[in-house]
């Protein structure tokens, strides 16, 4: 797919997939998002595009993604949900040791080189496997794997596990 055909593509359907997402969503943020993740996998895969399928096309990929975006939702908003519900039943001594232990995370974490904690937030916030951190930051998996292994064990011994 050649560079103008994208942006036809882009400019011509951009759009529409946003209102699509946003009348399933009602949110605009995730709307544009979304189109703008359709749009960047149709250039990433280069897939080839003729006129008669584009907008299902772009349809069925922007529809994949936000329901993709509403499992991760749920499963984040019922994790919350579990976190706070068992905070709320623990003992004021165990909020207290909860709380501390936050602290104490966020203070290991912080004390992370900048490498470490960029591979470790990758890895754990962002769901990201190795080899996609590494082809991210443009280092190899081997290095992703130490910078891992290093970050692991230093929040192992700053936690005292």
Known sequence: MTRQLFKEIFDNHF?????????????????????QDTFLRIWEKQIDINNRNI??????????????????QKIAASFKLNI??????????????????KNKYSLALNSLSDKQRAVF?????DNMKYHEIADAIGISTK?????????LSHLKKELNY
Not at 16 to 23: A, K, M, P, Q
Not at 84 to 101: A, G, T, W
Not at 121 to 125: A, C, E, G, K, P
């Open 143 to 151: 290095a992703v794997e130490k910078r891992m292994r290093n970050a």
């Open 121 to 125: 937030l990758m890895s754990r916030i």
């Open 84 to 101: 706070e519900s068992m905070v709320d039943n623990q003992s004021p001594v165990d909020k207290i040791q909860f709380i501390e232990l």
């Open 15 to 35: 759009d529409t997939v946003r209102n699509y997402i946003y009348y399933r969503s009602g949110d605009s943020e995730l709307a544009t998002d979304i189109a």
């Open 55 to 72: 907008i299902g096309l772009l349809f069925k990929i922007s529809g994949d993604l936000f329901i993709s975006s509403y499992r991760k």
